[in-house]
């Protein structure tokens, strides 16, 4: 079974909302610090969002910032990342990570599979 399932992406128009979801199998959510990271054809995977293995400690990027909010679930062993106020430029796909240290674009342990957020004008 695959550790981490993404889900929740889709196609948006400017200044909606959006939830995405990571589902984290085989792992224990509560030792991982775990993030979201969004990547477009022909650029870098980028930082979105993260939260500590105590889930207390949220960062998020500047682009992002007030706009979304990552959580997690440790009883249903969810990662999510609430996404409001969406702009086009926000249209990428999505990944989520997970790492006993912590999440980089390029060095977490653990990846998900994607999900395509897609926001129109």
């Known amino acids: 079974q695959e550790e981490l399932v993404e889900s929740g992406g889709g196609s948006v128009q400017a200044g909606d909302s959006l939830r995405l979801s990571c589902h984290v199998s085989?792992?224990?959510?509560?030792?991982?610090?775990v993030g979201w990271f969004r990547q477009v054809p022909g650029k870098e995977r980028e930082f979105v969002a993260a939260?500590?293995?105590?889930?207390?400690?949220?960062t998020v990027a500047d682009a992002v910032k007030g706009r979304f909010d990552i959580s997690r679930d440790v009883d249903s062993n969810m990662v999510y990342l609430q996404m409001k106020s969406l702009k086009p430029e926000d249209t990428a796909t999505y990944y989520c990570?997970?790492?006993?240290?912590?999440?980089?674009?390029?060095?977490?342990?653990?990846w998900g599979q994607g999900t395509q957020v897609s926001v129109s004008s």
């Open positions: 990570a997970a790492d006993l240290r912590w999440v980089t674009a390029t060095t977490s342990d653990y």
């Open positions: 085989r792992l224990d959510i509560r030792m991982f610090a």
């Open positions: 939260l500590d293995r105590f889930g207390i400690s949220p």
